[in-house]
């Protein structure tokens, strides 16, 4: 059954740094998705893409996050300059269409120290 | 605006009796409905949705849920829980008035079925 990777699955970087997290969402789907979980807390929408566009963001998505599709399979979030609240779980998550169920990869651990 | 509630922070229940998982939304259009499942340093799995149709929805690993529209709830159930169970569980929502795809997501119920 088709799913969706992450990698890394572990990250830890210092404040200020950039980090890249990857995803490959399933290969026939059209709609892409970052959501973020910081520890014991809720499950939180970043933004969605489709068509090799931003379709709709979060408030916490600002101008240090950035999402982008470099080829065919990949699906990249970008932090800039990353602070220590960006310590997170990240979950990537593809959909066939707009409508259809959204399945999530196994997430990226963020830690910023 | 879409929200979900799921009141309970953790759920205890022993093995082969019935379990509920509560959930209560609030939305403007129609709502989507969905479950997933979390088990430790996992994903999230998808357990099961309803979109339209039949109020009670059956879903994978024998889950089910029942869609009911005045009460603006969709509570997760299973007839016989097994140890295997033990996961957290979260209900999300979307409203279809809303133009995007956004999940909103509850704060999430910790399962515990003991043997």
């Known amino acids: 059954e088709p799913e969706v990777t992450q990698t890394p699955s572990h990250q830890v970087t210092q404040m200020g740094q950039e980090v890249i997290l990857r995803c490959v969402p399933i290969?026939?789907?059209?709609?892409f998705y970052w959501y973020r979980q910081i520890l014991g807390q809720k499950v939180e929408f970043l933004v969605s893409?489709?068509?090799?566009?931003?379709?709709?963001k979060s408030e916490i998505f600002d101008d240090q996050f950035s999402v982008e599709r470099p080829d065919g399979s990949n699906f990249t979030l970008k932090i800039r300059s990353t602070k220590l609240e960006d310590s997170a779980m990240y979950f990537c998550?593809?959909?066939?269409?707009?409508?259809?169920?959204?399945?999530f990869g196994p997430g990226t651990r963020l830690l910023v120290l | 605006a879409q929200s979900v509630a799921q009141p309970e922070d953790q759920v205890n229940v022993a093995e082969g009796n019935p379990l509920t998982v509560k959930c209560t939304y609030s939305?403007?259009?129609?709502?989507?409905l969905f479950w997933y499942v979390q088990y430790p340093n996992r994903g999230l799995q998808f357990l099961l949705k309803?979109?339209?149709?039949?109020?009670l929805v059956k879903g994978s690993y024998g889950f089910e849920a029942e869609f009911n529209k005045s009460q603006t709830s969709f509570h997760l159930k299973k007839p016989s829980a097994l140890v295997s169970d033990s996961a957290l569980y979260f209900c999300?929502?979307?409203?279809?008035?809303?133009?995007?795809?956004?999940?909103?997501f509850g704060g999430g119920t910790r399962l515990m079925v003991k043997p």
């Open positions: 998550a593809s959909s066939p269409e707009i409508q259809e169920t959204q399945y």
């Open positions: 290969s026939n789907h059209l709609y």
């Open positions: 893409f489709y068509n090799n566009e931003i379709s709709e």
């Open positions: 939305v403007s259009g129609n709502p989507y």
């Open positions: 309803y979109i339209t149709g039949d109020n």
């Open positions: 999300a929502v979307r409203d279809d008035g809303n133009a995007g795809n956004m999940l909103t």
